[in-house]
């Protein structure tokens, strides 16, 4: 399975959008871009909500971009826990809008965690602004490392040990690069 193929998977499931057995349809550039800005303007709206799909379709089956997810770069979505808070799926969407519009604006496609980062940051302020007593401790983390100017530093880093752990993962396996 590809990549690709899991992160669909991956995102999708996630967000609790979309029939099953549906195809996805295919997206413009434009589709992708007005529904990231209805999203990150509103994203509990209704248009919000259901720009969701269209963005994650699109950055699943896009050539123009890559999207990597990972602990590392989204660690509010521990998979497996009970208790999880409200609306992660909303800061993986805006994590995709986020790192596809850069991708896309820049011509470069390589993932953008930093610019993914701060649409979730945007996002998360935009739910904090509707109830104050939200929060997700691991985009707390996060926004106090880049108040002290440290966020690229820390997904170069994040980056490397991933990396490092596949790597480990694939030798105990007997997997090869």
């Known amino acids: 399975m590809t990549r690709r193929m899991m992160f669909s998977i991956f995102i999708l499931a996630l967000a609790g959008w979309g029939a099953a057995g549906e195809p996805a349809a295919k997206h413009t550039e434009a589709d992708f871009r007005?529904?990231?800005?209805?999203?990150?303007?509103?994203?509990?709206?209704e248009e919000g909500r259901t720009a969701v799909l269209t963005i994650l379709e699109f950055a699943?089956?896009?050539?123009?971009?890559?999207?990597?997810?990972?602990p590392w770069f989204?660690?509010?979505?521990?998979?497996?826990?009970?208790?999880?808070?409200?609306?992660?799926?909303?800061?993986?969407?805006?994590?995709?809008?986020?790192?596809?519009?850069?991708?896309?604006?820049?011509?470069?496609?390589?993932?953008d965690t930093y610019s993914a980062t701060i649409q979730v940051f945007r996002v998360y302020r935009y739910l904090k602004s509707r109830d104050s007593s939200y929060a997700v401790p691991e985009v707390e983390t996060l926004l106090e490392i880049h108040r002290k100017g440290g966020l690229a530093t820390h997904f170069d880093?994040?980056?490397?040990?991933?990396?490092?752990?596949?790597?480990?993962?694939?030798?105990k396996t007997g997997a090869k690069s």
């Open 34 to 45: 007005r529904a990231a800005a209805k999203f990150l303007e509103q994203p509990l709206s």
């Open 157 to 171: 880093k994040a980056e490397k040990e991933g990396k490092e752990n596949q790597d480990k993962e694939k030798a």
């Open 60 to 70: 699943e089956e896009s050539d123009k971009v890559t999207v990597v997810i990972g």
């Open 74 to 111: 989204v660690p509010w979505m521990r998979l497996g826990e009970d208790k999880k808070p409200e609306h992660l799926n909303l800061l993986l969407a805006a994590y995709t809008a986020g790192n596809v519009l850069s991708q896309l604006d820049s011509g470069v496609n390589a993932n």
